[in-house]
């Protein structure tokens, strides 16, 4: 044990150094500042393989870095492209996903690149065609990364260009001139991270349809406090398709299956649904985890097909659960959005979730009830965040210990009450 009298450890003095050591101190920080950043992206690419939401709650790695880093939407999206280019993807059925740039991942770890430099290299790799061999592509990342040791991200992506050139000399092909003819498609895919997403081509009519309908609710949100809504226009829009599948499904003047409003089936065991362990089956999806579908449960047209052992049908309920007109005018004037603490998500973006479980026999009355917007209801769901009515009637959220030992409970201060 150090004596009371030792000396005490200061920081550098650094106006008496002389200039050549200040040079290559700054150099040397420079260098355990990319060597740093290239262990954290290792540790979140492991986090990434082993399933985001399983591992923290969050829906996205991107999610992840912006709520655990509290830094901008833009720089969280970048470090994740970063984490996902630079290591291999989680393995969906097979192997897993190889890395777009193992070769940038090798320097970055030396510590010789930093994050600019990282990103043209992996953008002009993304541009690469598929139709070009391996060892061609890993050639061109070499050169590419031993010119990153000596020049910025304008240079690298001058180079990238010419070997762009080189590597897909015709470009990409001409795009069709008369889209009037074009054949609408939809494709369901899944990405690297795990997520899943839509691609598809539109006709004139159905894609101005569409706009036209979601146009007015990917707006920004009005600022609160001077917050303004920090959501990117994609990011708007993915919100505003959330919410105009959402309508469809609960409208009852849209076509629905077998002469009811559009519904979703969910088949699990009994066993599954008491224990919280196992898989669901989700009509027309396939197997989802039993908390997620719990999550739908909560308020959403669902039609919970519960099993017994030998595989009879014990009960197939209807969405008794669902709040009332009442409860969901209560419920926006008490918490006025998503009440999780920052959430700006007004109360048509937010559904209501059940504190105490449906499951566990909890009451559909508003003291067991919170609005939460789709990202946080998942959250809750995911993680160790906890939430409950305090004694004044408003909802408070306690984080998970690793993000506060404290256990100090937070709410929102985003929505204006009356």
Known sequence: MASDDAPQETSTEWWRVDTATLHARKQELEILKRR????????LAEINSRG?????????????????????????????????????????????EPPLAPLTAQAAAEGAIGGSQIDAIIRTLARIPSTVPEDDVRAGEAILVELARRAGPRQIARAGRRLLDELDPDGKEPRNEDPKDTRPELRFVKHRDGTLGLKGTLDLETYARLKSDLDPMAKPHKAIDGVRDSRTQ????????TDYVRLKTTSRNLPGQAGEATHILITMSYDDLIRDIGEAHL???????????RILACDARVRPG???????????GRSKRTVSLAQKYALTLRDGGCAFPGCDMPVPRCTAHHIVFWRHHGETKIDNLVLLCTKHHRLIHHSE???????????????????????????????LRT
């Not at 985001?52 to 709650?57: L, W, Y």
């Not at 009509?283 to 579908?293: E, F, N, Q, R, W």
């Not at 519960?306 to 197939?316: C, F, H, N, R, W």
């Open 385 to 415: 965040w906890k939430v409950q009515i305090a004694q004044d009637g408003l909802p408070e959220f306690t984080p998970p210990t690793y993000l506060d030992p404290t256990g100090t409970p937070r709410r929102n201060t985003m929505h």
């Open 306 to 316: 519960v099993l017994g052992t030998a595989g009879e049908p014990l009960d197939i």
């Open 234 to 241: 994609d990011e708007r829009y993915g919100d505003a398709f």
């Open 36 to 43: 740093a950043d290239a262990e954290q992206n290792a540790i």
């Open 52 to 96: 985001v939401r399983g591992c923290s709650g969050h829906s996205t790695l991107a999610a992840l870095i912006f709520e655990d880093f509290l830094v901008t939407d833009k720089e969280a999206s970048a470090r994740a492209d970063r984490v996902l280019a630079l290591h291999p993807g989680p393995a969906i059925g097979g192997d897993p």
């Open 283 to 293: 009509d027309l999806v396939g197997p989802i985890s039993a908390t997620d579908a």
